[in-house]
């Protein structure tokens, strides 16, 4: 796994939601761990592919992004759609992290390609996502404590 960062606004606490209802799974589906907090890609990928969602497509700059930890399969790079757009999502106060495209960043950025399509996500686009309740939870303690 390759976690990027990029910093930008700031946003404000968060209130949880007593009626959280965990994102289901199935079992092909693809899911993108950060600590406790476990996201379904699929179930993302399929929202924003669909005509109810509201997040626009970017183009994010390569370079605003810097390695924090590296595990690439350099066997899958030169599969990667470079069209297909990666996922940042505002995972804490401020920051962002790719939590979908790690390969296609990589290739871009040993191609010196200088901008990928991109969606950006705000807390309020991604928390519904999440596939744990208690990690729902966790996750607005941790974002409130970063404000």
């Known amino acids: ?13 968060l209130k949880p939601d007593k009626h959280f209802v965990p994102c289901e799974t199935d079992d092909n589906d ?13 179930k993302l990928i399929s929202k924003l592919n669909s005509k109810t969602s509201d997040v626009a ?8 992004f810097c390695y924090t930890y590296s595990r690439i399969h350099e066997e899958h790079i030169d599969s990667v759609d470079l069209k297909k ?11 962002y992290n790719l939590i979908d495209g790690n390969h296609r960043l990589e290739k871009a950025k040993r191609l010196g390609l200088r901008t990928l399509p991109c969606y950006k ?4 686009q991604h928390l519904p996502f999440l596939i744990d309740k208690i990690a729902y939870e966790s996750y607005i303690e941790y974002w409130n404590s970063k404000i």
Do not use: W
């Open 30 to 42: 693809e899911i993108f761990m950060n600590g406790i907090f476990h996201y379904n890609i699929s």
């Open 1 to 13: 796994m390759v976690n990027f960062v990029m910093r930008c606004e700031v946003s404000a606490k």
């Open 57 to 64: 497509l970017i183009e994010m700059n390569v370079a605003d």
């Open 121 to 124: 996500l705000t807390v309020y």
């Open 85 to 95: 757009p990666v996922i940042l999502a505002e995972i804490a106060p401020s920051r």
